[in-house]
């Protein structure tokens, strides 16, 4: 059983606030990601991190921005939000090693943020 | 680039078996996985395949592997209402993970 946690579950918020969702998990995983679904149900890759200090972007665009200060913590801002930015939002961690051929994500939860 | 590709619905009845279809194109993928995702959720792994295995299982579960046509099946024998859900099929690429669009299992009282 993966312990990863997301907060908040859900959120409404108005557009132009900063918004930071947080993703922590306590099994040691180098690897964190960010996913966003929309709904459709297909998952975009839009920020992922190797570890400490490591941060990358991902398949999809995003104005969102992340950072990886301690390891079991990435947590991704969104400086303005907007209407847009309406999905639901997945973090997942994983053991493997750069490179490895696998790559077994857990997820959390989930946060659904809607933006009025 | 990477693909992988998944019908979009399923409707099955209580009790019958319900079969999953995913197609990828990296031919170099080494793992390929299934996950699980109910309402309101995130996604949950249900079982993975190496790439120089045919066929899996796992109690209800069996995935089969066609490398030639890159072709992976899941199956759910005897299934049940709290199989319903999105069944997302993935493969490790040069990105961590290509997530098919995921297939909505609807089951049938």
């Known amino acids: 059983e993966a312990d990863i946690y997301q907060t908040p579950r859900y959120l409404v918020i108005g557009t132009g606030k900063k918004i930071t969702l947080e993703c922590s998990q306590t099994m040691g995983h180098d690897k964190m990601y960010w996913y966003q679904q929309d709904p459709g149900m297909e998952l975009h890759l839009i920020h992922y991190?190797?570890?400490?200090?490591?941060?990358e972007k991902g398949d999809l665009s995003s104005e969102s921005t992340v950072s990886r200060i301690r390891t079991e913590h990435f947590p991704l801002t969104l400086e303005s939000a907007r209407p847009s930015h309406t999905s639901q939002y997945l973090c997942?961690?994983?053991?493997?090693?750069?490179?490895?051929?696998?790559?077994?994500?857990?997820f959390g939860p989930g946060t659904r943020l809607l933006v009025l | 680039g990477e693909d992988v590709e998944q019908s979009l619905f399923l409707s099955v009845r209580e009790g019958d078996s319900s079969v999953i279809n995913c197609t990828y194109t990296?031919?170099?993928?080494?793992?390929l996985y299934w996950y699980k995702q109910e309402p309101g959720a995130g996604l949950q792994l249900l079982t993975y395949?190496?790439?120089?295995?045919d066929m899996k299982q796992d109690q209800r579960l069996t995935v089969l592997l066609n490398k030639k046509d890159k072709h992976l099946s899941l199956r759910i024998a005897d299934t049940q209402t709290g199989d319903s859900a999105i069944y997302f099929c993935a493969e490790r690429g040069n990105t961590p993970l290509v997530f098919g669009k995921g297939t909505r299992l609807s089951v049938i009282a």
């Open positions: 997942a961690s994983s053991a493997a090693p750069w490179r490895s051929p696998q790559e077994t994500q857990y």
């Open positions: 395949i190496f790439s120089n295995m």
């Open positions: 990296d031919s170099s993928s080494t793992y």
């Open positions: 991190s190797y570890g400490v200090n490591s941060t």
